[in-house]
């Protein structure tokens, strides 16, 4: 079969693109910038059956050159994170051009991932995602919807979220949502779910709930996980939280944003589970349970594969606009720090020290400075060092990098670029870039600085002794490590 997939580069969509080629189907893949296509993930043979085309959904003329030989598309798309007060015009305005989009197709279903919208008094989120619905309903091929409640995987915000609370908290002090009741769901199952109903009858123009095998609180939940992770936690919970605390609450324990922290606490009032049975007539695989769900996460993070991550959503940090806006380096109105260091060791293994900066490693000097500068970010809303990063040794395109994001990872050139997503009175760029001439390697390091204002340039000034004291040494640890 020939498919269409949107959030290709996105959590599900990443784990359901090798899963569709494995079935031998044709993927055209839409994405907002090649950039982030996870290129060196796949080999040519996979490549073969995949094609990339660039669109942006809120430009319907960039819809116009996507092929219209295709029998299903998914439809992957949300905007839980996005920080814009517009969010629901804009997923309105992103499904209306696909609607007008696909109904010049071949195409003989279209498939939505959307959220359980059982309750009455739903949250602004799940509003949205219900109007979504409706609005990709009008379009002439049959579409199925699969609501899922809260996804458990390795890299889900979910998991994410629950795992900073349990490991870092031994006393929680929580606020009464967490007596709500959900049906939480492996992302395994939600990939199999998306895989097995296309072109079933019984799926076509159908609406489903899709859930684990348990109903549980959100407090079973987090006491679940300190089982499973074999630690004692204690939960208090307390009536004087508004969704506003609460959302600061998450914010200073948890990787989170606060524009997602506030749709979660949000949508936490909704019970989110599963008032009919059906799709598991339709499509009868088994259920993983809540406990199985978290050793399959655990078990991807320990083998190093986890496929992809909610944190590598550009959108969710600030950036606007697409990568290349930001991949040429500025060179003009700009402070920068120049280092370098030559080598005699062998390449590839300064490249693997490039390549594991941040995370668990840390910044190879003054970790604490590094540590505290993360904090301080996060008091005036940034996101501070919590995101930490998908993998300890793999890096692409788009991923997060505790306060930067990846703009460039070529390997066999050496060579890394990062922007910080943190909050700064103007831009900032950290490059690592390998150089090999008359016969010796240089390993140099660059931090840019593009000032925004005069409060810009106090900023720049008031971090140059911390630049001294870190980065000489930063740069020559990396090449003894």
Not at 324 to 334: F, I, L, S, T, W
Not at 467 to 475: A, T
Request: charged share 25%; net charge neutral; aromatic share 10%.
């Amino acid at each position: 079969m020939k498919i269409l997939l949107t959030g290709s580069t996105g959590y599900i969509g990443r784990r359901l693109l090798p899963v569709l080629v494995a079935e031998n189907h044709q993927v055209v893949c839409l994405v907002r910038d090649r950039r982030r296509f996870d290129w060196e993930d796949f080999t040519e043979e996979f490549l073969e059956n995949v094609s990339v085309v660039e669109v942006d959904l809120n430009d319907p003329e960039s819809l116009k050159e996507v092929t219209a030989d295709i029998d299903v598309a998914f439809y992957l798309v949300h905007s839980m994170s996005s920080s814009n007060p517009n969010f629901t015009d804009m997923e309105a305005r992103s499904a209306e051009n696909f609607v007008q989009f696909i109904d010049r197709t071949r195409c003989k279903q279209l498939i939505y991932l959307s959220g359980i919208v059982n309750d009455s008094d739903l949250s602004d989120h799940l509003l949205s995602r219900k109007n979504v619905e409706d609005i990709l309903r009008k379009a002439k091929p049959p579409l199925t919807v699969l609501r899922a409640a809260i996804i458990i995987g390795s890299g889900s915000a979910s998991f994410e979220i629950i795992r900073d609370l349990v490991e870092k908290l031994p006393v929680m002090i929580a606020p009464r949502w967490l007596n709500t009741r959900c049906q939480p769901i492996g992302v395994r199952n939600v990939v199999e779910y998306l895989s097995e109903v296309m072109l079933k009858d019984g799926a076509l123009g159908q609406t489903f709930d899709i859930g684990g095998t348990e109903i549980l609180t959100y407090n079973e939940m987090l006491m679940g996980f300190a089982k499973v992770r074999g630690l004692r936690r204690f939960i208090i919970t307390v009536p004087v939280l508004t969704p506003k605390l609460s959302s600061l609450w998450l914010l200073l324990v948890t990787s989170t944003t606060f524009s997602l922290a506030r749709s979660l606490v949000s949508s936490m009032k909704n019970e989110v589970i599963c008032q009919d049975n059906r799709i598991l007539d339709i499509v009868p695989i088994r259920r993983l349970d809540y406990t199985e769900a978290l050793q399959l996460a655990f078990d991807k993070i320990s083998q190093k594969s986890v496929v992809s991550s909610w944190k590598d959503a550009s959108s969710l940090f600030g950036m606007t606009g697409n990568f290349p806006d930001r991949v040429q380096v500025p060179e003009n109105g700009v402070f920068t720090d120049k280092r370098s260091t030559t080598f005699d060791r062998d390449k590839e293994e300064v490249v693997e020290n490039i390549w594991s900066i941040g995370g668990n490693r840390g910044w190879y000097f003054g970790n604490w400075m590094w540590g505290i500068r993360g904090f301080l970010d996060v008091l005036v809303g940034g996101v501070g060092l919590r995101r930490g990063r998908r993998s300890d040794n793999q890096l692409r395109t788009g991923d997060a990098l505790d306060f930067w994001r990846v703009l460039v990872a070529d390997r066999a050139e050496g060579r890394l670029l990062l922007y910080a997503e943190m909050k700064l009175p103007g831009e900032a760029w950290l490059e690592f870039k390998i150089k090999e001439k008359d016969g010796k390697t240089t390993l140099l390091q660059t931090a840019t600085f593009r000032p925004l204002g005069v409060w810009g340039r106090f900023y720049w000034y008031s971090v140059l002794p911390f630049h001294w004291l870190i980065f000489p040494k930063m740069v020559k640890n990396i090449v003894r490590r």
